[in-house]
């Protein structure tokens, strides 16, 4: 079972709104790159691709350079 947490911020600037939301998008980029790498390298090699291939593979994504480092390890 997983949970999730639903987390409202208020008061925000017009900035700050579009910096958190293109962030989102970024984060959803990369998250959906790495789940594009594990899929083919599995219906190529009939296995799953590891944590370390995966990030050598995602660590010169400009999705990946967008982020802090924590941030892009964490997705």
Do not use: W
């Amino acid at each position: 079972m997983h949970l999730t947490v639903k987390q409202q911020v208020k008061h925000l600037s017009k900035e700050d709104y579009k910096t958190i939301k293109e962030l989102c998008h970024i984060a959803k980029n990369l998250a959906n790159e790495a789940i594009y790498n594990v899929r083919q390298y599995y219906f190529s090699e009939g296995e799953f691709l590891k944590y370390e291939k995966n990030y050598t593979l995602l660590k010169n994504s400009p999705n990946y350079k967008a982020l802090n480092s924590n941030m892009a390890q964490q997705i």
